[in-house]
């Protein structure tokens, strides 16, 4: 993810207007609502248009506001629209999009975008690609990329750059070392790796995934940006061995891991372990993110203004969806979990006018007028979460239950992207050639007792 030019927003005033129609106990009125707000997502989208790049949201800046990795979260937002209300609207156009965006090695590092390409981007289009393949979703044609080695293809490339070299383990932010950022090792890159490897564990039963992703969420515990009372910071710098954390915490990182933990107790048949660090972790994530039963994106929704970037402005419906999915993967949680979705959808629906344009603040019970993709997303993943148990989604599909998608298990390790009996994860050290490319990326700065949240740039 990226980080604009010190971004102070005010937020917008609170404009008098109807709340969006929707009865949360309805899952038709519910369907209906986030028809309305996904069709205005959709008009953010202008990669159908002529000379415009398919798979990707207008940007980056100045181009537009969106960075690339947010097309690969709007393409998971809408296999999850699908999914929850059978609309098959935007079907073909997620399917393309998701193929388009894999690049010439199907890895999710297309050549326009290297060059500037953090594991967390990557592994945001991978976790998309994995739910098409867990959702069941409409397949490729045979010559294109499929889901599965989609997802096993970023997981693989990922493992290759698991560096024990600096802070003893981890991914770095970026990918390339000529790129600011490649001396951070933030939490998010380990939660998105943990994640996909969890829920392909699960998925094809290899238990080599299961391995690697208990590795990674053992070792953001042990470094400290997961601390003994379950908050997640943001991450360290290699040059102080990982040990200058910033405490800055995020709503999707606290989610990306918690889903991850609950697929690895569904995998693991209850395991207490997983259990345990998904009761502690969602406890502290609705106590952090949703002070008064709402989600609040703590480190830049403050009480007088929004000092989000455009990134921050989508993390809600995150939260949101992967919770939600969470509570299949371990039913357990679900009272805990539920009743909080619900309150914060509720506050959501608050937010959107009655057309369907819904802004960023959900606790102000009105629309503040703070409008984007991010925003829209925020809104149909809180909907979502309510027709989970209206409209009792089906657990995700495994290899051997329901599941379609083809997998290569080689995927992005220099084999052939032919399927393969090998279960062989790659393990290859990256080379001068890998880190070739440049990028200018930001770091993160919390600043003074004020609250005031900046983002400064550090290469421009």
């Known amino acids: 993810m990226k980080a604009g030019h010190w971004v102070i927003g005010l937020c917008a005033a609170p404009l008098v207007r109807a709340a969006l129609d929707a009865d949360a ?77 894999a690049g010439d090695d ?96 699960r998925y094809t039963g290899n238990a080599t995934y299961a391995d690697w992703a208990e590795k990674a969420f053992d070792w953001t515990k042990s470094v400290g940006y997961i601390d003994d009372s379950y908050n997640v910071y943001d991450g360290g710098h290699t040059d102080e061995n990982c040990t200058d954390i910033n405490k800055a915490q995020f709503s999707y990182t606290a989610a990306a891991l918690i889903q991850g933990c609950g697929f690895m107790y569904n995998y693991t048949n209850g395991s207490s372990v997983w259990a345990d660090h998904l009761t502690n972790l969602v406890n502290r994530t609705l106590d952090v993110f949703f002070p008064d039963g709402i989600a609040v994106e703590v480190a830049c929704e403050l009480d007088s203004t929004v000092q989000c970037t455009a990134d921050m402005l989508s993390y809600k419906g995150y939260l949101h969806r992967w919770l939600a999915m969470t509570t299949k993967m371990a039913p357990f949680i679900s ?95 990256i080379t001068t050639g890998d880190r070739a490319g440049a990028g200018i990326l930001t770091a993160l700065v919390l600043v003074g007792m004020s609250g005031i949240f900046l983002w400064m740039s550090l290469g421009d």
């Open 25 to 101: 106990t309805s899952a038709d009125s519910l369907k209906t609502a986030a028809k309305s707000v996904a069709y205005n997502l959709m008009t953010y989208y202008k990669g159908n248009e002529s000379g415009m790049t398919p798979g990707i949201l207008p940007g980056p800046p100045p181009d537009g506001d969106y960075y690339w990795w947010e097309g690969g979260a709007l393409w998971g937002t809408m296999v999850d629209y699908w999914l929850y209300t059978n609309d098959t609207t935007y079907v073909n156009l997620t399917e393309g999009s998701l193929v388009f965006q």
């Open 106 to 201: 199907a890895n999710y590092m297309p050549a326009n975008w290297t060059a500037s390409l953090g594991n967390d981007d990557q592994g945001f289009w991978g976790m998309s690609a994995m739910l098409a393949a867990e959702a069941a979703f409409q397949n490729p044609p045979d010559s294109d990329p499929q889901y599965l080695a989609l997802a096993q293809a970023v997981f693989n490339t990922q493992a290759a750059r698991w560096d024990t070299e600096e802070c003893n383990g981890g991914l770095r932010w970026q990918i390339f070392v000529a790129n600011n950022g490649y001396n951070y090792k933030n939490s998010i890159a380990q939660a998105i790796f943990f994640n996909i490897g969890s829920r392909l564990a």
């Open 335 to 429: 009272t805990t979990l539920m009743p909080v979705l619900e309150t914060s959808a509720k506050g959501a629906l608050t937010a959107c006018n009655t057309d369907g344009t819904c802004g960023f603040r959900w606790t102000t019970g009105s629309y503040d007028g703070d409008t984007g993709a991010g925003q829209q997303m925020n809104a149909l993943g809180a909907i979502m979460s309510l027709l989970i148990t209206l409209e009792d989604v089906t657990d995700p599909v495994t290899a051997v239950k329901g599941g379609t998608s083809t997998g290569n298990p080689d995927a992005g390790s220099g084999s052939s992207s032919s399927s393969s009996s090998s279960d062989d994860i790659a393990t290859r050290k």
